[in-house]
């Protein structure tokens, strides 16, 4: 919430500050974004394996945000649902899915990029 007695830099640090946070929330304690850092991970590591070009690499990366972002914006959706109504109901069922489906478009079009970069590059082994 905003203090009337901050500055506007204040007020802009202590934004920052919310958001490493949240950040740090996050990563910490979403199972879900522990899993997509494996992953982030594991692309990271096929990237020098596979010696990706630079617009390769700035796809990857890209893909790699989209994901956490979705994951991110899914957990604030589930956090909301969950605690405005913490018991059974169709509504927050639908509201969940449809938020579960945020990071699952972000994950199947990151699995395009992927496959538009280490396919071609695995079928030269071959
Ligand atoms: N309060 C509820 N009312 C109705 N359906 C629910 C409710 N809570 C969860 N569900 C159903 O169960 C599914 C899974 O919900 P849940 O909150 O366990 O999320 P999740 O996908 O397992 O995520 P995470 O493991 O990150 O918590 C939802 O997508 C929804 O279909």
Not at 2 to 13: A, H, I, M, V
Not at 16 to 29: D, Q
Not at 96 to 113: C, N, Q, Y
Request: charged content about 15%; aromatic content about 12%.
């Amino acid at each position: 919430m905003k203090n009337p007695n901050d500055s506007f830099l204040r007020g802009r640090l202590r934004s920052v500050k919310y958001a490493f946070k949240g950040l740090w929330i996050l990563v910490t304690t979403e199972d879900s974004v522990k899993v997509q850092l494996c992953v982030a991970l594991i692309a990271t590591i096929l990237g020098f394996v596979f010696n990706i070009s630079n617009t390769e690499w700035m796809l990857q990366f890209l893909a790699i945000g989209l994901v956490l972002t979705a994951e991110a914006a899914n957990t604030a959706i589930e956090a909301i649902a969950d605690f405005i109504h913490p018991e059974y109901h169709k509504k927050i069922g639908l509201i969940k899915d449809i938020g579960a489906g945020i990071p699952t478009f972000a994950a199947l079009i990151s699995l395009v990029i992927a496959g538009f970069i280490y396919i071609p590059k695995i079928l030269l082994l071959f």
